[in-house]
Nanobody
Framework: QVQLVESGGGLVQAGGSLRLSCVAS????????VGWFRQAPGKERDFVAA????????TYADSVKGRFTISRENAKNTVYLQMNSLKPEDTAVYYC????????????????WGQGTQVTVSA
C-alpha cells in the first residue's frame, strides 16, 4: 500500500511560483503513475497534471499547460509539480494521487490519495 504526503503549498502573489512535492512511502511506488488534482471551495476536484510510472509521459489540463510542470524522482519516491506564472484562479487545495502504471486524468481512476496542501494566490 502506498501512502502519499504533499508539501510545498503556501501564499504567493500572482505571477509567482511554487513547487509542490508528493512523497510516497510503501512498496512499489516507482510502478505507480501519479496525478495532481485541485479543489477550490465549493467546486469539484479537478485534474491538473499526471506522469506515468517511468516519468516519460505527462499530460496536463488546458488551464495549466505552459505554466505547470510535473516530474518525478523515483529514487527519492517523490513527484513534483512546479507551478509558474500563478494566477488567483489557481487557488485551491492540491492533492496528489497514485494508481498502477498508466497515467489518467480521471479522478476515479486513482485509488490512493494524499491529504492535500493549500495553495493561495493573491491578486
Amino acid at each position: 500500500q502506498v501512502q502519499l504526503v504533499e508539501s510545498g503549498g503556501g501564499l504567493v502573489q500572482a505571477g509567482g511560483s511554487l513547487r509542490l512535492s508528493c512523497v510516497a512511502s510503501g512498496r512499489a511506488f516507482s510502478f505507480n503513475a501519479v496525478g495532481w488534482f485541485r479543489q477550490a471551495p465549493g467546486k469539484e476536484r479537478d485534474f491538473v497534471a499526471a506522469v506515468n510510472w517511468e516519468g516519460v509521459t505527462t499530460t496536463y489540463a488546458d488551464s495549466v499547460k505552459g505554466r505547470f510542470t510535473i516530474s518525478r524522482e523515483n529514487a527519492k519516491n517523490t513527484v513534483y509539480l512546479q507551478m509558474n506564472s500563478l494566477k488567483p484562479e489557481d487557488t485551491a487545495v492540491y492533492y496528489c494521487a497514485a494508481r498502477p502504471l498508466m497515467l489518467s486524468s480521471t479522478r476515479e481512476d486513482y485509488p490512493t490519495w494524499g491529504q492535500g496542501t493549500q495553495v493561495t494566490v493573491s491578486a
